[in-house]
T-cell receptor
């Protein structure tokens, strides 16, 4: 089954404790992306990757890191989490962008609470 | 400031009513997408519109892309409780995706 898998689904942690949210897709998609969803703000793109070893900042990259060492995996790293990073996070993937938006396939989300 | 402005933010209607959701921008886009999201799940693509003036139908849902490719609308005919959810428009520009803030629709039986 084609899917985007995020782990963990829920995480409560404390300020400053490094954490990683994993994302894996099995559709051989080139483009992968991380979003955060906050009430009234919709989804905002944090980072995206056009392909292996190619990553770039989205609209709200501060406080986050990503890596794309393999095509299927795109982990989101919070080196020193702070309470303002409490949010619902989504990973998404899509086929190679050819000048127009390709459909994005989303994971089920990771609800992150930072105390 | 949101690149895409959606309205209304909330909509609560009775089963059988019609409704329209709007997605507006001052920017021109090569394409625009509509997604639907249910609680506890990620958004799911409903449609992509790519041509100015294009109209696409998906059963009781009608999507329109503005002639100038700056705006779009989603019209639902005879809404049903199963249509309840968060509707999001999204646009792609220079390798990035931008989402509207969403319209939360509640259809009461």
């Amino acid at each position: 089954e084609a899917q985007v898998t995020q782990n963990p689904r829920y995480l409560i942690t404390v300020t400053g404790k490094k954490l990683t949210v994993t994302c894996s897709q099995n559709m051989n998609h080139e483009y992968m992306s991380w979003y955060r969803q906050d009430p009234g703000l919709g989804l905002r793109q944090i980072y995206y990757s056009m392909n292996v070893e190619v990553t770039d900042k989205g609209d709200v990259p501060e406080g986050y890191k990503v890596s794309r060492k393999e095509k299927r995996n795109f982990p989101l790293i919070l080196e020193s989490p702070s309470p303002n990073q409490t949010s619902l996070y989504f990973c998404a993937s899509s086929p190679r962008i050819l000048g127009e938006g390709q459909p994005q396939h989303f994971g089920d989300g990771t609800r992150l609470s930072i105390l | 400031t949101q690149l895409l402005e959606q309205s209304p933010q909330f909509l609560s209607i009775q089963e059988g009513e019609n409704l329209t959701v709007y997605c507006n921008s001052s920017s021109v886009f090569s394409s625009l997408q509509w997604y639907r999201q249910e609680p506890g799940e990620g958004p799911v693509l409903l449609v992509t519109v790519v041509t100015g003036g294009e109209v696409k139908k998906l059963k009781r849902l009608t999507f329109q892309f503005g002639d100038a490719r700056k705006d779009s609308s989603l019209h639902i005919t005879a809404a049903q409780p199963g249509d309840t959810g968060l509707y999001l428009c999204a646009a792609y520009n220079f390798n990035k995706f931008y989402f509207g803030s969403g319209t939360k629709l509640n259809v009461k039986p």
